[in-house]
């Protein structure tokens, strides 16, 4: 395990990112530091930047797979979310495109019938299971 690993399970997110970004310049063609510095993103919110992360993740370790593939693609889904939910505050369409980023990066991955659900239930197109038990 990584020393931003470590960090990210402690909850020192703003040390891992550090630690990461570090490891990042040393090993850049590893998608460890990335991954890692996507959770980090994660647990500070920050989920745009974390899927940029993430996406760049999925780059490397197409070419060597030291990552479990599923585990970055549902990394991928949970921070496009997080930024949709964050950006449809001010934009429903920029929402909305974050989530198609999804199935652009991975076009046969597990969360693509689900990323178009989000996008309709951001464009009010499809109620939420949430709104049913407000009601």
């Known amino acids: 395990m990584s020393f931003a690993a ?15 970004t570090s490891a990042m310049s040393a090993e850049k063609e590893n998608p460890e530091p990335f991954a890692d510095r996507a959770a980090a993103y994660d647990g500070l919110e920050r989920y745009a930047e974390a899927a940029r992360d993430l996406e760049r993740a999925l780059e ?13 693609d549902d990394a991928l889904f949970s921070a496009l979310v997080g ?13 909305v495109a974050l989530l198609a980023r999804y199935a652009k990066v991975l076009p046969k991955g597990r969360h693509v019938r689900d990323a178009d659900d989000w ?13 049913e038990r407000d009601k």
């Open 6 to 20: 470590e960090l990210n399970e402690k909850g020192d997110y703003e040390e891992a990112l550090e630690a990461a």
């Open 119 to 131: 996008r309709k239930r951001l464009r009010g197109e499809m109620p939420s299971l949430l709104d």
């Open 60 to 72: 490397l370790n197409a070419a060597a797979r030291v990552i479990d593939h599923d585990n970055l």
């Open 83 to 95: 930024a949709a939910k964050v950006e449809v505050e001010t934009s429903v369409d920029a929402a």
